[in-house]
């Protein structure tokens, strides 16, 4: 069943029960894409600036009581997430976000004439445009929203990447004694320890969370006020002030007035600037999966050096195999966020001239990138990187095996000297350190010597060894 509501474009049928309106139920006949709707946390946003604006409104005397706190108790209602059946439209649609900032201001109505004992789609005395949406624009109300919604999600993927750089310093110093080769250009190199990987790990996951709230920092400059190009045409002088001021109340976040507004319409740079902190951390996260992959692969034939948790079976046809599936996931998780970095490139991009139509697209990229990637952060932590292992035998035949130990001997010896060493320690199937303590190149001693201190700056113990050989030269 339906009910007939009328715009200026004609008559619109609305499911009967529905407390949203005719603009809303065009904006769901017309764009049927994806099937993708709005996420909670906007929803939640756009409702919070309506009882930002409400408040603003009724304070300058521009709105009568009765009337801005029915609209207000609605709103609360909507940011409390009881109607979320209420918010149909496809993430796909018009430009500006003007059919979900109409959908709210709908819904938001039709509550507060209930209240009032009115039938929904009366609009009266609450109206969707003169009272909900009073001194706003669709091209500042979802730009502030989606700004409030992006600082709410940054909030939970910086819990997240803290825990994460957490657990990943704690292995780290569960593994400080594990000495084993380093690899450079996926050849032999001078030996690390597993530990020193790790820390590594942490501290570029660190700066990648740096990165992310610094660029957070420019969210917090939202254009509420602005409404359709900038200027703050039909709103008092003091509303910007009241309603910023009622916004960083209601939603507890630290908000400031954009310091040009006409600008903060038509470029969005500042969101731009978030989504490239996100790609980082998302080349940052492939980079240790792939790591991590790497050491452990085979059991057989791979490096097997670190062990990873077994999450499920690998295979459908080879009995036994268990595959690195955490790290895929998180893989596949960055692959789309570095997708959605792109999509924001060109929206922000394909501004017009007092506008940035692209705001629904930029929104939903923006929100689902910081979901994704705090679900994928946090899976990682608890996963994987929480059950990391080392296989001792492993690390300690490649670290014994590694021709890079040349490197440690060609202070003491010589470049050329050591080069040698090696080439022949590889065509005789030999350790390095072997053949040099049977050539009398070094005593195990000074070897042991050099292998203490082959992870830390070392040129001290190489002095010593130089030192004690002009005193007993061979």
């Known amino acids: 069943m339906s009910r007939v509501e009328r715009d200026f474009l004609g008559e619109v049928e609305v499911p009967i029960e529905a407390l949203f309106g005719s603009f809303t139920a065009r904006a769901r006949a017309n764009f049927q894409i994806s099937g993708l709707t709005i ?19 009724a304070k300058l005397g521009l709105l009568e009581a009765k009337l801005a706190d029915a609209i207000e108790v609605a709103a609360k209602e909507v940011a409390e997430g009881k109607h979320a059946d209420q918010f149909p439209l496809d993430v796909f649609q018009a430009g500006a976000g003007t059919p979900w900032n109409m959908n709210i201001n709908e819904v938001v109505s039709n509550l507060a004439n209930l209240a009032f004992g009115r039938a929904l789609g009366s609009y009266s005395p609450v109206h969707p445009n003169d009272h909900v949406n009073m001194s706003q624009s669709s091209n500042d109300t979802v730009p502030t929203a989606m700004r409030v919604a992006a600082l709410r999600l940054g909030s939970s993927l910086d819990s997240e990447l803290i825990r994460l750089e957490r657990r990943l310093e704690r292995e780290s110093t569960v593994f400080a004694d594990v000495l084993k080769s380093g690899r450079t250009h996926q050849r032999d190199a001078v030996p690390i320890t597993f530990g020193q990987e790790l820390h590594a790990y942490a501290s570029a996951v660190r700066g990648a969370r740096l990165g992310l709230q610094t660029a957070e920092g420019l969210l917090r400059r939202v254009p509420l006020g602005g ?12 509303y910007i002030d009241l309603a910023l001021e009622a916004l960083s109340e209601v939603t507890r976040l630290d908000l400031v007035a954009v310091e040009d507004t006409p600008a903060s319409l038509q470029f969005f740079g500042d969101i731009l600037s978030y989504v490239d902190a996100l790609a980082t951390l998302a080349a940052t996260l492939i980079k240790i999966d792939n790591d991590l992959m790497l050491l452990s692969s085979g059991p057989a034939t791979g490096l097997g050096e670190v062990t990873i948790p077994a999450v499920e ?30 999509t924001v490139e060109a929206a922000s991009m394909h501004g017009s001239l007092e506008l940035n139509v692209y705001t629904p697209v930029i929104a939903f990229n923006l929100l689902n990138a910081q979901k994704w990637m705090t679900s994928a952060v946090s899976t990682l932590t608890d996963r994987c990187v929480a059950g990391l292992g080392v296989e001792r035998k492993v690390t300690d035949y490649y670290f014994e095996h590694s021709n890079a130990f040349a490197t440690l001997l060609s202070p003491v010896i010589g470049y050329e000297a050591a080069a040698e060493l090696a080439r022949e320690a590889t065509q005789k199937g030999e350790t390095v350190w072997k ?40």
């Open 39 to 57: 996420g909670p946390e906007l929803i939640t946003a756009l409702a919070e600036v309506k009882i930002a604006a409400v408040r603003a409104n």
């Open 227 to 238: 409404t359709a190009v900038g200027t703050g045409v039909n709103t008092h002088p003091h």
């Open 313 to 342: 079976p690998g295979s459908s046809i080879m009995p036994g195999k268990v595959n690195p599936s955490i790290l895929e996931c998180v893989n596949m998780v960055c692959f789309q966020v570095l997708s959605a970095r792109a």
């Open 435 to 474: 053949l040099a303590v049977e050539k009398g190149l070094v005593t195990e001693t000074e070897l042991d010597e050099l292998i203490k201190s082959s992870t830390e700056p070392n040129l001290g113990v190489v002095d010593k060894l130089r030192k004690a050989r002009q005193k007993n030269p061979k």
